[in-house]
């Protein structure tokens, strides 16, 4: 192999090494937890600002004819290290200013403008890190000790880099498998709902955002240290672009996809380009490049939104042929909790609870409660506030006014996450199925306390989370087994029937264990022969002491199941008490039964 | 004293550049939901256009609706071609902003394989100074005020006063009952890409005669600017964007003139985090860039 063709060849792979890597970040934060993070760049960029200026000698040493802060001179791996640890860093002031309130297309766009600002200021604040000119010179790791223009350096780089690349990949798959990654996911399809699980999506996020910074930072490292310089024109904000564009080709959610993209787009737009006959003035080819990754972009998100390999579908293999499924038994969290449970003390008591719009009174001075071992019914006409009464016990909208107390403790200033992990929990009026994951998957996001459902726990691998697993893929298959959803086990939820999605919303707050569940029109959309077992399971959970709460407009099951049942009209409880009490009362029925 | 009011009066041209661009952008989303960050490629293109017949000796005043124009026609083009069909398939917000960036991406670089990476100005008199209790500005900068406030009002009185104003209104309110109410809903959203691109080309023009000189990448620039002032102001909402166009414009061109020039940027983009932190849903707007409850 002549010299040239070697030199091209690792300089190709190194690049290849530090593309894959930044693939997998983003793919972690966009493909698997749905963050669009349009200033990926800045944290590659971070990591390679640190790594060199942990590597480089102090700024005097070469005449001073560059000026950068640190000049520390460790030696190899602290630089590597100190750059992975720049971008995650980086990440945390970062995500608490953009991940915590705004909505997903405003993450994006403050994320962008992030980027492209920081920039402009680098490249303007020359004594930080020399500005538009950028470093150089930075010495190559391990260079004080091999020839670093040596044909074994270059392939040891290379070997240095793959190394690096597989741990990133061993992780990203770990995490990508885990019941974290399932959680992820779970975020991504409907964030509502996974807030309704008792996830944390604050956290989750920053977690991610973070890990991702974490590698970013570490390629640019790896790709600061081979080519020895760094400047702002080599991190502005279309780079990132082209990290999305090698997603979308390769396939989010999937690192395999991934690691493809990243070796089509980056690498191979670049390498192809490199040897096309020069035609027209310069600059040109360079511009067509960036139309034909434009055009890449729109072409698959048109004709391939998935990607070439799509994101897989997990279906788990049977692990008890032969069908020694449970069918019965109890469904909640094991009933000697809630059978000892006081039956008279209510477990959710909701006083004088508002919710205001602006200038309407959704909700205007309820008082509710809900006692364990029976279905609390709530009625009333279309726009009462029923919907809205649910949304604010369960936390999904903050109250106006108003105590709510569960189990005794206060708990109208918690979030919809931490009531859920207290045991209530609430469906949804509108399905909220996770489309892209299966049955037992969004059975399995519910399970609360699952070891694999952290960043670490992930990372240890399937050895340590794979004792929960078992039992919550039993639980869930018992479930299924009991609303005869088996066969769908492995079926996307977004592919289900109307009917069926709310089967599913109904099992999946049952996972998680409840004590107090609020129901929001469970029995609507929902075929007579299904709505015939929801009601059966819904007896029998209330007889295992489960407090539940239950919006309905199915009168006949009001009657059957419901005791006592709450009328609501205009934001206001207008009566209260049985069903056969409460059609005695002439403005009850006028206000509503008789409509 | 006096290089404070000069730098209040460059304030004020800055403002009256980043509104028109700003009310233009916040529209598209308000009313067809579209995060449109290929609206400083149009910008930029607009100049160009323009620069183009004002290079055949065309005047810069004449060539000012030529921009508008163009500007109309290229955003209606985008529109019919790419933003449409990917929302008719029902495509997320997030892809619909990764479509956005992508016709971005190819449109800045198509101008630029067209018209070269260098700087260029249109020929033009600046005109005598106008001078006014310290403010000093030249005539062409007042034509560009006058033209900002002429736009802001003509919008004003467009969404206040005429039934297509209404219709846009309920369209952006809920396109489906608008339907149903009798709007021609797609002719609405035509109308709106041809207003807000005028404005937009209009903004691109004006911005070139401003900084004097100008070149393809000054296009994200301008689309930076410009996302700073529509999120201070609340997304969506034309008269937030009024005001964060005058915030973003005072304090550039006033923190110019306190600090250094350099920290410029630092400055506005220092405001956009605190309102991030402290009032995300932007000043005039109620709800703008929280996350949906439920």
């Given at each position: 192999m002549s010299s040239g063709v070697m030199y091209y060849l690792t300089t190709v792979l190194v690049y290849a090494g530090v593309d894959i890597m930044a693939c997998i970040a983003l793919n972690l934060q966009f493909g698997v937890a749905g963050l669009v993070n349009f200033g990926f760049i800045l944290f590659q960029a971070a990591g390679a600002y640190a790594a060199a200026v942990l590597s480089m000698p102090p700024e005097g040493a070469n005449g001073g004819f560059q000026q950068y802060v640190l000049g520390l001179q460790l030696p190899f791996p602290l630089p590597w290290l100190g750059g992975a640890a720049a971008g995650g860093l980086l990440a945390v002031p970062i995500g608490l200013v953009v991940l915590r309130r705004l909505r997903t297309d405003y993450q994006a766009i403050a994320l962008l403008v992030i980027s492209v600002i920081a920039n402009t200021l680098i490249t303007n604040a020359r004594p930080f890190l020399n500005g538009a000119a950028g470093l150089s010179l930075v010495p190559p790791p391990l260079g004080d000790r091999i020839n670093a223009n040596s044909a074994g350096y270059q392939w040891l780089y290379v070997g240095l880099t793959a190394l690096g690349c597989g741990v990133v990949l061993a992780a990203a798959n770990r995490i990508v498998d885990s019941p974290f990654g399932r959680t992820l996911r779970a975020m991504r399809e409907r964030e509502p709902a996974a807030a309704a699980l008792g996830k944390n999506l604050v956290m989750l996020k920053m977690v991610i955002f973070i890990a991702g910074g974490v590698i970013a930072g570490l390629s640019g490292a790896v790709l600061v240290g081979f080519i020895?310089?760094?400047?702002?024109?080599?991190?502005?904000?279309?780079?990132?672009?082209?990290?999305?564009?090698?997603?979308?080709?390769?396939?989010?959610?999937?690192?395999?996809?991934?690691?493809?993209?990243?070796?089509?787009?980056?690498?191979?737009?670049?390498?192809?380009?490199?040897?096309?006959?020069?035609?027209?003035?310069?600059?040109?080819?360079?511009?067509?490049?960036?139309?034909?990754?434009?055009?890449?972009?729109?072409?698959?998100?048109?004709?391939?939104?998935?990607?070439?390999?799509?994101?897989?579908?997990?279906?788990?293999?049977?692990?008890?042929?032969?069908?020694?499924?449970?069918?019965?038994?109890?469904?909640?969290?094991?009933?000697?909790?809630?059978?000892?449970?006081?039956?008279?003390?209510?477990?959710?008591?909701?006083?004088?609870?508002?919710?205001?719009?602006?200038?309407?009174?959704?909700?205007?001075?309820?008082?509710?409660?809900?006692?364990?071992?029976?279905?609390?019914?709530?009625?009333?006409?279309?726009?009462?506030?029923?919907?809205?009464?649910?949304?604010?016990?369960?936390?999904?909208?903050?109250?106006?006014?108003?105590?709510?107390?569960?189990?005794?403790?206060?708990?109208?200033?918690?979030?919809?996450?931490?009531?859920?992990?207290?045991?209530?929990?609430?469906?949804?009026?509108?399905?909220?199925?996770?489309?892209?994951?299966?049955?037992?998957?969004?059975?399995?996001?519910?399970?609360?306390?699952?070891?694999?459902?952290?960043?670490?726990?992930?990372?240890?691998?399937?050895?340590?989370?794979?004792?929960?697993?078992?039992?919550?893929?039993?639980?869930?298959?018992?479930?299924?087994?009991?609303?005869?959803?088996?066969?769908?086990?492995?079926?996307?939820?977004?592919?289900?029937?109307?009917?069926?999605?709310?089967?599913?919303?109904?099992?999946?707050?049952?996972?998680?264990?409840?004590?107090?569940?609020?129901?929001?029109?469970?029995?609507?959309?929902?075929?007579?022969?299904?709505?015939?077992?929801?009601?059966?399971?819904?007896?029998?959970?209330?007889?295992?002491?489960?407090?539940i709460l239950m919006v309905e407009h199915e009168l006949s099951m009001v009657d059957r199941l419901c005791d006592p049942v709450i009328v609501m009209a205009q934001g206001q409880v207008i009566g209260r008490g049985s069903m056969p009490a409460l059609r005695r009362q002439r403005e009850i029925v006028d206000a509503y039964l008789a409509g | 004293m006096s290089i404070y009011a000069a730098a209040f009066g460059f304030g004020l041209v800055s403002a009256s550049v980043i509104a028109i661009a700003a009310v233009g952008f916040t529209m598209q989303f308000g009313i067809t939901n579209m995060i449109n960050l290929a609206y400083g490629v149009v910008m930029i293109t607009c100049a160009f256009a323009v620069y183009g017949l004002n290079q055949a000796g065309v005047n810069i005043w004449i060539g000012l609706a030529a921009g508008a124009l163009s500007g109309a026609a290229l955003s209606l083009l985008v529109n019919r071609l790419l933003y449409a069909p990917f929302q008719r398939r029902g495509t997320s917000h997030i892809g619909m902003v990764i479509v956005a960036l992508a016709a971005a991406l190819m449109l800045s670089n198509a101008l630029l394989a067209i018209v070269g990476p260098e700087n260029v100005s249109y020929t033009m008199s600046s005109g005598g100074t106008v001078g006014a209790g310290g403010l000093v500005l030249t005539s062409a900068q007042v034509a560009i005020i006058v033209i900002a406030v002429a736009a802001m009002a003509a919008i004003h009185a467009l969404l206040t006063f005429t039934r297509i104003g209404k219709a846009m209104r309920a369209t952006a309110a809920d396109p489906t009952l608008a339907r149903t109410c009798g709007i021609s809903t797609g002719r609405i959203i035509d109308l709106v890409w041809v207003i807000t691109g005028a404005l937009c080309g209009l903004a691109g023009t004006v911005a070139a005669m401003d900084s004097g000189s100008f070149a393809v990448s000054n296009g994200s620039e301008y689309l930076i600017v410009m996302l700073a002032a529509v999120v201070l102001g609340g997304a969506g909402q034309p008269y937030g964007a009024m005001l964060g166009a005058v915030l973003i414009g005072e304090t550039t061109e006033l923190s110019a003139a306190v600090l250094s020039p350099e920290y410029k940027q630092a400055v506005a983009f220092a405001i956009l985090v605190l309102v991030m932190m402290l009032r995300p849903q932007g000043l005039l707007s109620k709800t703008g860039a929280l996350e949906a409850p439920g």
């Open positions: 020895g310089v760094w400047a702002p024109a080599t991190w502005l904000y279309p780079e990132t672009i082209v990290i999305f564009a090698a997603l979308i080709v390769g396939g989010r959610g999937n690192n395999l996809g991934a690691l493809l993209g990243a070796l089509l787009v980056p690498v191979g737009f670049e390498e192809v380009t490199r040897f096309l006959p020069q035609v027209g003035p310069p600059g040109l080819i360079p511009a067509m490049q960036w139309v034909a990754i434009g055009l890449l972009i729109i072409g698959f998100l048109w004709f391939r939104p998935r990607g070439t390999l799509p994101e897989r579908r997990r279906v788990f293999a049977d692990p008890f042929p032969g069908g020694a499924v449970r069918a019965q038994g109890p469904v909640g969290r094991g009933s000697e909790e809630t059978v000892s449970a006081d039956r008279a003390r209510p477990l959710l008591a909701a006083e004088r609870v508002e919710r205001r719009f602006e200038g309407l009174r959704a909700v205007d001075g309820v008082s509710i409660e809900a006692v364990p071992g029976r279905i609390t019914g709530l009625i009333g006409p279309n726009g009462a506030g029923k919907s809205t009464l649910l949304a604010v016990l369960a936390g999904t909208l903050p109250a106006s006014a108003g105590r709510i107390l569960l189990d005794g403790a206060d708990v109208t200033r918690l979030p919809a996450y931490r009531r859920a992990q207290r045991g209530l929990v609430r469906t949804f009026q509108l399905s909220s199925e996770f489309a892209q994951l299966t049955v037992l998957e969004n059975l399995l996001v519910a399970v609360p306390r699952h070891r694999g459902d952290s960043l670490a726990g992930a990372l240890r691998g399937k050895a340590y989370w794979w004792a929960d697993e078992r039992p919550a893929v039993l639980r869930a298959r018992a479930l299924l087994a009991r609303f005869g959803m088996s066969a769908q086990e492995s079926e996307y939820g977004g592919t289900l029937s109307g009917g069926q999605k709310k089967l599913l919303e109904i099992m999946r707050a049952l996972m998680l264990g409840p004590r107090v569940l609020l129901l929001d029109e469970p029995m609507a959309g929902v075929h007579p022969s299904l709505v015939e077992k929801i009601a059966a399971c819904l007896e029998s959970l209330r007889d295992e002491g489960l407090a | -």
